[in-house]
């Protein structure tokens, strides 16, 4: 717990876990979600083998995973914890075999390797990422970002020069103290310093890169909007004439959403994002809630609780990636022109 951190706000993390769980069990359409946020709270109550063992659940059936090689990362960085480094580096050596996609994976072995000292395999890692997910890429997703930063930093950790790949970093990097200042090897010295101002100055440093973690890691989730695909929305008003009056046409919801979300982000809300609803899912909510699905006040409530269970889409999008309404086109071509 940080000295400023009320006790009222302490975390029972094996409880949550177990909270966690049931729910996932409640809801097995998002128990990939909701399992790995459990099995991350048994982690952090050093119940490492109990965070395998929901792992292992996962992976039982990874055809069903929306992704496999995330789950595989997090269970070989959880076992080289407790001192299963064998089994660990050949999950790595796996998911560096076989590429996946997204960035997540990536990091997670790459920093997994770092943190056991293995800095020209982690640098190797990191590299292969960034040449397979950002060659030709002219602006770098926001989920590719922390590739960028940790090669930086390992390559600062190992002596080496900066190459464009760093630059590009450089670039991204919106905090007050440059990368160079955060990753460089010899600012550790100066906390053993007797001098007041390279203490003082030393923690101004930490209390930025604590600031970066903790909004990128920390966030929570979504104020988020309601979206229902045309055929969906068909579906809705026909078993439910009553919710015409929310929306008149597709179209005009679709311009709805959008305008909302810019008015929101205008207000100085953070974190906005858009989950898509199903007639299935809203009328079981509905049934949970013991209420009727005609009742317009269910609505924002439903949009919430999917946003709870991990289901949003953050907006905006990138400005080149595919429109979130689901139109073939980019984001900046359709509602975000």
Not at 165 to 176: G, K, V
Not at 191 to 208: F, M, T, V
Not at 223 to 250: D, N, Q, R
Not at 284 to 294: L, M
Request: with cysteine.
């Amino acid at each position: 717990m940080r000295p400023d951190t009320p006790a009222e706000n302490v975390v029972d993390h094996t409880a949550e876990a177990a909270r966690l769980e049931r729910t996932a069990d409640r809801y097995p359409e998002d128990a990939e979600a909701l399992l790995l946020r459990a099995a991350a709270h048994l982690e952090l109550a050093d119940a490492r083998p109990a965070a395998t063992a929901l792992y292992d659940r996962l992976l039982a059936t990874p055809d069903a995973l929306e992704n496999a090689a995330l789950v595989r990362a997090l269970k070989a960085s959880n076992l080289w914890e407790y001192d299963h480094e064998a089994e660990a580096r050949a999950i790595i050596d796996g998911i560096r075999a076989t590429p996946p996609r997204d960035p997540a994976p990536w990091v997670i072995v790459a920093e997994s390797l770092e943190a056991h000292d293995e800095l020209e395999a982690a640098h190797d890692t990191f590299t292969e990422a960034a040449t397979l997910l950002l060659t030709d890429v002219a602006e770098p997703p926001y989920a590719t970002h922390p590739l960028l930063f940790g090669r930086h930093r390992v390559r600062r950790m190992l002596g080496l020069p900066h190459d464009d790949w760093d630059a590009r970093a450089d670039t991204l990097h919106s905090s007050p103290v440059s990368l160079d200042e955060l990753h460089d090897p010899k600012r550790v010295w100066s906390l053993g310093s007797d001098n007041p101002a390279e203490l003082e100055a030393e923690i101004s440093r930490l209390q930025a890169e604590l600031g970066a973690f903790r909004a990128a890691l920390s966030r929570p989730f979504p104020v988020a909007v309601l979206h229902w695909p045309a055929e969906e929305l068909s579906e809705l008003l026909s078993a439910y004439p009553e919710l015409a009056a929310e929306y008149p046409s597709h179209p005009e919801h679709l311009a709805t959403i959008e305008s909302s979300l810019r008015e929101l982000s205008t207000s100085g809300t953070p974190n906005l994002g858009i989950v898509t609803g199903t007639v299935p899912s809203y009328e079981a909510f509905a049934a949970s809630e013991g209420s009727s699905p005609s009742d317009t006040t269910l609505l924002p409530q439903y949009a919430t609780t999917l946003a709870a269970r991990g289901r949003a889409v953050a907006w905006p999008p990138q400005r080149t990636s595919d429109c979130w309404c689901g139109q073939p086109q980019p984001y900046d071509a359709c509602h975000g022109a």
